[in-house]
């Protein structure tokens, strides 16, 4: 409670919203237009309904999945007709000019990529270089892709940016599949400033949620998993309280040329705290 009106008193509810939902329901619950940025990397269900004929052992047990106690979560049924829904969802919430980064795995990319042009201008395939390689049946993993869109005409603020980002995956991250902070900070280096609203309805452990601070933005997200949702409403309001991140204490390896875009944890720590103090944050 002390800690809550603390927070509302520095204006902190206003600037972060983090929410225990279904993705299509949050996204139905903002207004039109509302939205700057959204940088998501969805649970699909696809390649793990793949997966299954290998015993699923990615993160625990998938034929356990969504169960309590169970280290796997639930995913987003992704078939085609439920991914047009979110997808037009996203159109909406979007404002005019406002920019995607959508996360897929290569099972998914091949099936539900395409939808995305039905609803908004594709402009990259990005592929993500997690620096190490990982599991996978044939060749093993190390890069996932982000589909990078845009609703209406808005160029990238920068134009030194490649389609090849290089940074390092987490070793044993706190929560499954919890992404570096870094990457959603990509994602954000040529498409929000101080202020942007940035959304992300597959919150999971809440790096979009710190990355978006770090950035000076504010953040509307959800995640269906209450344990997720708490844990990113909390990791993100530690964040903004103290500048440490609990989840990701040490910072991801980056190299060229984000290693140098992105500012060092200092300068984002006083956006962050600019943001909370005026609500005004500067760059
Ligand atoms: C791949 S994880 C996101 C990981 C996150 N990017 C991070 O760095 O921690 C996908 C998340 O989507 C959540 N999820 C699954 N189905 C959902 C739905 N229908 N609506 C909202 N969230 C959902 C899962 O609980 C999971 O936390």
């Given at each position: 409670?002390?800690?809550?009106?603390?927070?509302?008193?520095?204006?902190?509810?206003?600037?972060?919203?983090?929410?225990?939902?279904?993705?299509?329901?949050?996204?139905?619950?903002?207004?039109?237009?509302?939205?700057?940025?959204v940088?998501?990397d969805?649970?699909?269900?696809?390649?793990?309904?793949?997966?299954?004929?290998?015993?699923?052992?990615?993160?625990?047990?998938?034929?356990?999945?969504?169960?309590?106690?169970e280290k796997?979560?639930?995913?987003?049924?992704?078939?085609?007709?439920?991914?047009?829904?979110?997808?037009?969802?996203?159109?909406?919430?979007?404002?005019?000019?406002?920019?995607?980064?959508?996360?897929?795995?290569?099972?998914?990319?091949?099936?539900?990529?395409?939808?995305v042009?039905e609803?908004?201008?594709?402009?990259?395939?990005?592929?993500?270089?997690?620096?190490?390689?990982?599991?996978?049946?044939?060749?093993?993993?190390?890069?996932?892709?982000?589909?990078?869109?845009?609703?209406?005409?808005?160029?990238?603020?920068?134009?030194?940016?490649?389609?090849?980002?290089?940074?390092?995956r987490?070793s044993?991250?706190?929560?499954?599949?919890?992404?570096?902070?870094?990457?959603?900070?990509?994602?954000?280096?040529?498409?929000?400033?101080?202020?942007?609203?940035?959304?992300d309805?597959?919150?999971?452990?809440?790096?979009?949620?710190?990355?978006?601070?770090?950035?000076?933005?504010?953040?509307?997200?959800?995640?269906l998993?209450?344990?997720?949702?708490?844990?990113?409403?909390?990791?993100?309001?530690?964040?903004?309280?103290?500048?440490?991140?609990?989840?990701?204490?040490?910072?991801a390896?980056?190299?060229?040329?984000?290693?140098?875009?992105?500012?060092?944890?200092?300068?984002?720590?006083?956006?962050?705290?600019?943001?909370?103090?005026?609500?005004?944050?500067?760059?």
């Amino acid at each position: 409670m002390q800690t809550s009106l603390a927070l509302r008193a520095l204006g902190l509810d206003d600037r972060l919203r983090i929410e225990q939902a279904d993705c299509l329901a949050f996204l139905g619950s903002l207004p039109d237009g509302s939205v700057d940025v959204v940088t998501t990397d969805p649970a699909y269900s696809g390649m793990n309904d793949h997966l299954k004929l290998g015993h699923g052992r990615i993160v625990g047990s998938w034929r356990e999945a969504g169960k309590p106690g169970e280290k796997w979560f639930r995913e987003f049924k992704d078939d085609p007709e439920t991914f047009r829904r979110f997808l037009a969802e996203i159109r909406r919430v979007l404002r005019e000019g406002g920019h995607l980064y959508l996360m897929f795995d290569s099972f998914s990319l091949l099936s539900l990529g395409p939808l995305v042009r039905e609803e908004l201008s594709v402009k990259n395939l990005i592929v993500w270089d997690k620096l190490r390689i990982g599991m996978g049946h044939a060749f093993r993993r190390r890069h996932e892709l982000i589909v990078f869109a845009t609703k209406g005409k808005r160029p990238l603020s920068r134009r030194d940016l490649p389609d090849v980002w290089r940074i390092g995956r987490l070793s044993r991250p706190a929560y499954p599949t919890q992404k570096p902070v870094e990457l959603f900070e990509a994602m954000l280096a040529g498409s929000a400033g101080p202020g942007s609203v940035v959304c992300d309805p597959f919150a999971g452990s809440g790096a979009s949620a710190v990355a978006a601070l770090r950035q000076g933005c504010r953040f509307w997200g959800c995640d269906l998993s209450p344990e997720a949702a708490t844990a990113a409403r909390e990791r993100a309001r530690t964040f903004a309280a103290t500048g440490a991140d609990p989840l990701q204490p040490e910072p991801a390896r980056v190299e060229p040329p984000f290693d140098q875009l992105l500012r060092p944890p200092s300068l984002r720590r006083t956006a962050a705290r600019k943001l909370i103090r005026s609500g005004t944050p500067s760059a």
